[in-house]
């Protein structure tokens, strides 16, 4: 993406995202799920960060909140209320760490730290609130607002759960006569229920989530409607001088219980980032047993010293950052719509993404269902979308955000033929098929061909499995395969870590293959791996003469004639036909070139001495070998030059029998052709 482009971009996220935040924060009637919201801001972020020229000052990067309501009475914060900015992998917590060290300049040394590094807190989808006391008593409660004036919420706080009146001296630190301490006002899962269900009892518009709730609760002129709605609420910083220096943000905690405050009792602070890794992962984990939702971790650096050294940029302290569980939601761009064809003809659009993590698996496709869902949507190739997840699952796309659209987006034509055999396209209800009642199982079979033991050779990747990535759409066609990532597969049923791990690693080291092995793959019609060997070794792609080796292969190939190929010995008519039709197939280019594209290699052998031991020497396998497979005995034979046939003619020089073998031994007998047992032929290719 170029800079224009990125200033572009960056212009329409703003303005979706301001918008969006004002009916958050200022009304509490979100048109989006947080997990949308936070995406396209993580998105806008990431931009600014790298494109630091293009940062302005009302971007929402550096804007907290939204501006109170008129209603309300305002109040100034004496210290600005900051927000948090997110990461929601463990790399963006990384990238925040080296940012904050190169903004103090130094590395910081956790393991020589006397005191934990981090403090990790629970994120709880609540409201902001900062209160003031005086003498020990409350006498004042607003609203984050935006940063700097809130809204005057003093009589509704009083009604709060957790929030004390009066402060004692319970420890050894004393209670200064003026204090701000900033918390967090919630309400439960289980009152977040009961009260949704009463509103649709009454038929009234029901509450997005717990924060919006609470966030409306607050926020009412009359506190008896916040009373009855049983709000609670967690205090977790001091903002004002105590007359004593504080050391560590985990003191404050400390420090804020001896006086009666409320302290969520599951913060913790932890040495390394490892340890915020595990933090999070437990809570993500176990969020489930918690009374009030979290959407994850706030991560503070503990040393108020070095912390302050850290100040703050936009709407947030460089020293804390809001660690996130991964989204069920996410945002994304459409790279591509490819049309792929299942194992029963059906036509299915499948959206190529920019990579993105939704469910804490980072996937690049996403179902659109059919062509009719595609228009309903409104879906272009190039469009900014909401991809979701629920359950083992492929994603699906589910929102179009039209306003981010630059003009440069593309509209996929519903097909009228078939992408793999070019058979017209039938309506059957919502789906499109293939009206070749036989294509969906050609198709099959034509990929089963493809990672078999004599061509790719890709184990782990069998018949059932290849049949589900068609039937989930994360395959088209044999070039697919090596596309496929991790959290393409883990999400789907019966997939777990290991099996996707061990799927895409066997892909990943398939991607080099011998000739002979890449030309019986193509499933070239009479073609098997003896006419395929016996092309590797007469039409040869020298190592070094082609910077690109399948590129290579498709101008040799192209530049054969029929009597080129026929001039092959066992190579006849028909064969020759067949391979000459192949290769000026401009379908069979495109594959060959995705390929490619996709990362597979053709590899060369040197050439040895060795290599040539069984030069000129031609071999039939029969009956049942114990040493070895017979694919290891072909592989054998051509590694040291010699040819292997299907068939015994004169030309053989030498019938391999193991146990039992059939017809061919006795054949060999009849044209005196040499047969040797498993030991002797050992002993050859030894």
Known sequence: MDKLSVEERILKLRKLINYHRTLYHTFDAPEISDSEFDSLKNELEELEYKFPDLVASDSPTQIIGSKPLNKFEKVSHEVPMLSFNDAF?????????????????????????????????????????????????????STRGDGFIGE???????????????????????????????????????????????????KLMTYANPRNLAAGSMRQLDSKITTKRKLESFQYDIVSDIGVPIRTHEEKHKILASWGFTINPHNRSVKTLEEVFDFREYWSKNRGRLIYEI??????????????????????????IAYKFSPREATTIILDIQVQVGRTGALTPVAVLKPVEVGGITISHALLHNFDEIERLGVKIGDTVVVSRAGDVIPQVIKVFKELRTGKERVLKTPGICPVDGS????????????????????????????SRAAFDIRGLGS???????????????????????????????????????????VSVKKKIKLSR?????????????TAALLAKNIPLPAGKFQSPIKGLIKKYQNLSLEDL???????????????????????IRFLEKLEKNGVRIVFEKESVRANKLADKSFVLTGTLFSMSRDEAKEKIRSLGGDVSENVSKKTTYVVAGENPGSKYEKAKKLNVSVINEKEFKKLIS
Not at 172 to 195: A, M, N, T
Not at 572 to 587: N, R
Request: overall charge positive; charged content about 30%; some cysteine.
């Open 152 to 202: 005057n919420v003093t009589e509704n706080i009083k009604t709060v759960n957790g929030v004390p009146h009066k402060i004692f001296q319970l420890g050894k630190w004393k209670i200064p006569d003026y204090l701000i301490v900033r918390g967090e006002v919630f309400i439960s899962k289980k009152e977040f229920e009961k009260i949704n269900k009463n509103q649709k009892k009454l």
């Open 518 to 530: 890449f030309l019986y793959s193509l499933g070239i019609l009479h073609v098997g791996e003896e």
């Open 295 to 320: 959407d994850g971790i706030v991560v503070i650096v503990n040393s108020n010293e070095i912390f302050e050294r850290g100040s703050f940029v936009g709407k947030a302290s460089r020293g804390a």
């Open 566 to 588: 026929q001039k092959i010995q066992d190579i006849g008519p028909k064969v020759g036909q067949s391979i000459f039709d192949w290769f000026h197939d401009s379908k069979n």
């Open 424 to 451: 017209k396209v039938m309506r059957d209800g919502v789906i499109l098929r293939c009206a070749n009642p036989k294509c969906g199982a050609r198709h099959k079979e034509t990929l089963y061909h493809f990672v």
């Open 464 to 506: 059932k499995i290849i049949d589900r990535f068609l039937d989930e759409g994360l395959i088209g066609d044999a070039a697919d395969i090596f596309t496929l990532n991790k959290g393409d597969i883990k999400i789907l049923e019966r997939f777990g870590e290991k099996s996707a791990e061990n799927i895409v690693k066997e």
């Open 89 to 141: 992998s463990e790399e963006e917590m990384k990238e925040w760490l080296q940012r904050f060290e190169k903004y103090i300049g130094e590395e910081l040394k956790f393991k020589k730290e006397k005191i934990p590094f981090f403090y990790c807190e629970l994120k709880i989808d609540g409201l902001a609130i900062e209160f003031i006391y005086k003498k020990g008593n409350l006498v004042q409660a």
